[in-house]
C-alpha cells in the first residue's frame, strides 16, 4: 500500500488549480486517520478522546494551506455562526498577537474555532490538533488551567510514533515540491486567509504564504 507522505507528494506533483491541492491534502488526511484508526485497532489501543474538548485550550499553529482550508470552511458556514467564529477568531487574536512565543504556550483560552464545546471546522482541523490524543483525560481537564502540564499528556507511544511519521512523510513532500512548511499561529493565519485572497496565489507560487512581501 502506498504511505500517505508518498500519495501527497504525488498529487502535489501533478496539482494544477488550488481545488488540485484541496483534493490532495483530503487525501493525505483521509489515508493518514485511515492508517491510524487502523494501527488503533491491530493494537487494540483505546484512548481518553471522543466527548471532551479539554485539548482545544492549547496554542495552535497551522501550516499555510490548513489555514486556507479552514477559512475555506468557514465561509459555508450559515451567517449567524461564521459571525460567531469570525468574532472569535478577532477576539483571539487581539488577546495574544503580542505574546512571545514561550508565553504562547501558557495561554489558556478556548481556541477560537470551538462553538458550543466542537470543532466547528472538524473536518479541516489541522495535523497538529489530529494528531493530539491522551490516554487520560482527567489529565487533559486538569491542564486547561495548568497549560504546564500539557507536555506530560500520557499518550500511547506506538500511535504517537505512527502520527509524527505521518507528518513528517507530509513535510517532507512539501520540501520536495519547494511549498511553504512554515507553520503561523491559527488565529493570525485565518485572519490573514480570510482579508487577503492573493496568499494563496502565494502559495502555489512556493513562496513564503503569510509574508507580505515579494519574498
Ligand atoms: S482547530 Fe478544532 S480541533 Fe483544533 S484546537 Fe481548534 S477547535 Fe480544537
Redesign the pocket.
Known amino acids: 500500500m502506498q504511505r500517505p507522505g508518498e500519495i501527497l507528494a504525488e498529487r502535489l506533483r501533478q496539482a494544477k488549480v488550488p481545488r488540485d491541492y484541496s483534493a490532495a491534502f483530503r487525501e493525505f488526511y483521509d489515508t493518514a486517520e485511515r492508517h491510524a484508526s487502523e494501527y488503533m485497532q491491530e493494537a487494540d489501543i483505546r484512548v481518553a478522546c471522543g466527548t471532551c474538548?479539554f485539548?482545544?485550550?492549547?496554542w495552535?499553529r497551522?501550516l499555510a494551506h490548513e489555514a486556507f482550508a479552514?477559512v475555506d470552511c468557514i465561509s459555508t458556514m450559515e451567517p449567524p455562526r461564521r459571525q460567531q467564529v469570525l468574532e472569535q477568531l478577532h477576539s483571539y487574536h487581539s488577546d495574544s498577537h503580542l505574546l512571545s512565543p514561550e508565553d504562547q504556550d501558557s495561554f489558556h483560552r478556548?481556541?477560537?474555532?470551538?462553538?458550543d464545546g466542537?470543532?466547528?471546522?472538524?473536518p479541516v482541523?489541522?495535523s497538529?490538533?489530529?494528531r493530539?490524543h491522551s490516554l487520560d483525560s482527567s489529565h487533559c481537564q486538569r491542564s486547561v488551567e495548568q497549560p504546564e502540564l500539557w507536555k506530560d499528556t500520557p499518550l500511547h507511544k506506538g500511535l504517537a510514533g505512527a502520527w509524527s511519521d505521518m507528518i513528517l512523510a507530509a513535510d517532507y513532500s512539501y520540501h520536495l515540491t519547494g511549498h511553504d512548511q512554515t507553520t503561523y499561529n491559527?488565529a493570525e493565519a485565518c485572519l490573514a486567509a480570510l482579508s487577503n485572497p492573493a496568499l494563496r496565489r502565494r502559495w502555489v507560487q512556493k513562496k513564503k504564504a503569510l509574508l507580505h512581501d515579494d519574498s
Do not use: T
Open positions: 474538548s485539548c482545544c485550550y492549547q495552535v497551522v479552514i478556548a481556541c477560537p474555532l470551538l462553538i466542537r470543532c466547528s471546522v472538524y482541523r489541522p497538529n490538533c489530529r493530539f491559527l
